[in-house]
């Protein structure tokens, strides 16, 4: 794969950027939520007018050796993951260590990561599922699938279970021990072998996954479509949020939709830019304020909208 010679950035208390040859924002606010936006940043350019901010570069000379990043998570020790489409990466503060397939990995192309509440770092990709175990990895038979989708592939809940976006549709592991049982979700009528394209579990438990050019959700177990009569157009939905007041976000290359805890009914928010040459996906800050990549750069929220 063709090398770059970009660096690696990180910024702080960071919304846009001047450079368009960013990779990569990070925040080193503790919650580390704006870690996400490695997933979605690559070529972001951000108008002249951006506010200004302290830059730190990451490249070759700290041993990350390939640039194009495609998610990126902050462990509970503080370690940085970075994964690539040639490895996944570890930084210790200090320097990068590189991760691939001699070291357990399923791929050396890296499309998801995931922490679950046990500590144990999941790593999703086309040709499977691997798990951390110490400075290697163990690749997990899922059964049912074999590809872990989209950046938002893999989501866990408070029980341990893990939720993966496959191309067999929504994967539900069940933990017994240290090890995992595998099966898959029944689909709404009429999204029969659609695949999931991405799976979020929000704060109450409730598992929402894109599925096929739909968006679902799967509550005790049952599967059920949000579609048209919630105000949804057919569309493959990438990227799920929510909030702690209950608020939910879904986005697609078209569109970004919110339902307020109110609500029964997704409402378009407006204005916005495509999103079909930058992964269509968005972060909460630390503050709770939506940030949003387009193809025009980094949209943020703000109290007028």
Not at 20 to 27: H, T
Not at 68 to 91: E, P, S
Request: hydrophobic share 35%; aromatic share 10%; proline share 5%.
């Amino acid at each position: 794969m063709e090398r770059t010679s970009r660096p690696f950035w990180t910024i702080e208390n960071t919304y846009s950027c001047r450079n368009p040859g960013v990779r990569i924002f990070l925040s080193r606010h503790p919650t580390a939520t704006l870690l996400a936006l490695g997933i979605m940043l690559t070529l972001l350019a951000v108008p002249a007018s951006a506010q200004r901010y302290n830059f730190k570069f990451y490249g070759e000379e700290e041993g990350l050796d390939n640039l194009v990043v495609q998610v990126v998570h902050q462990d509970h020790a503080g370690f940085l993951w970075v994964g690539t489409q040639n490895g996944l990466f570890r930084y210790d503060g200090n320097r990068f260590v590189a991760f691939s397939r001699a070291e357990g990995l399923p791929s050396n192309r890296i499309d998801s990561l995931q922490e679950a509440i046990d500590g144990v770092l999941w790593v999703g990709t086309r040709n499977g599922l691997a798990r951390r175990a110490g400075d290697r990895f163990e690749p997990v038979s899922i059964g049912v699938a074999h590809s872990i989708l989209g950046r938002d592939g893999i989501g866990t809940d408070g029980q341990g279970r893990l939720y993966l976006a496959t191309e067999r549709g929504l994967v539900v592991g069940e933990r017994t021990g240290s090890t995992y049982s595998f099966e898959g979700v029944a689909s709404p009528p009429g999204l029969a072998g659609e695949p999931a394209i991405s799976v979020y579990v929000d704060g109450a438990g409730t598992v929402w996954y894109g599925c096929g050019a739909s968006l679902c959700t799967l509550e005790n177990g049952v599967a059920r479509e949000i579609g048209p009569a919630q105000g949804l157009p057919r569309e493959r939905w990438f990227t799920i949020r929510s909030n702690v007041d209950g608020d939910v976000w879904v986005r697609s290359e078209h569109g970004l939709y919110r339902r307020a805890a109110s609500s029964k009914k997704f409402e378009l928010l407006g204005g916005l830019p495509e999103s079909s040459n930058t992964y269509p996906t968005m972060v909460l800050d630390p503050s709770g304020r939506l940030l949003v990549p387009t193809d025009q750069g980094l949209a943020r929220q703000t109290r007028n909208g």
